[in-house]
């Protein structure tokens, strides 16, 4: 099992996994599931497979049930091919007092997309409205490509998306 896993992981992925194993202790290999994780979705084109899923449980001596649970409850994992940015609005209750769903629905008709779906080319993922991305201060924000974006305005959400490749 433990080849298939080499077969399936890039060398880099196996290189980052043991860096975050190596600060765990040996019996806690799950910590390292979340970082895993993250790296083979990012390898894949922003997305995850059963295959890959398969090949880090392999990887990490886990069940593959360990493995599902995170990338299922987990808003940062993809189980789908998404478009090649990931755009994330917060809509918690400090964003949405300063204007989020205004920002949401600017968004979606400039992309003419609803959240959780790609644009026709591929290029932009509107995720699903966040909950909360921890930067209330300066609300209403957003995530592009896991960097952060505040103090939006239509016009300033035009230009990032606009410089999306």
């Not at 001596?61 to 299922?72: D, F, K, R, T, W």
């Not at 979606?108 to 209330?136: H, M, N, Q, V, W």
């Not at 305005?153 to 606009?162: N, Q, S, W, Y």
Request: charged share 25%.
């Amino acid at each position: 099992m433990q080849g298939d896993a080499e077969r399936e992981l890039s060398e880099h992925a196996r290189h980052v996994i043991d860096g975050w194993l190596a600060k765990y202790p040996a019996d806690r290999k799950r910590s390292a599931v979340l970082a895993a994780l993250r790296e083979v979705q990012h390898e894949n084109g922003g997305h995850l497979t059963v295959d890959l899923m398969d090949a880090v449980a392999a990887y990490l001596g886990l069940p593959n049930i360990a493995v599902y649970e995170v990338a299922s409850f987990y808003s940062m994992f993809e189980l789908q091919p998404v478009g090649r940015n990931s755009v994330s609005v917060c809509t918690n209750v400090s964003c949405m007092l300063c204007g989020a769903d205004g920002i949401v629905a600017h968004i979606e008709g400039k992309l003419g997309i609803k959240t959780g779906e790609s644009t026709p080319d591929g290029r932009i993922f509107l995720k699903r409205e966040e909950e909360c991305l921890a930067a209330c201060c300066g609300a209403p924000m957003m995530q592009v490509n896991h960097r952060y974006y505040e103090n939006l305005t239509p016009e300033k959400v035009d230009e990032i998306l606009d410089g999306l490749k």
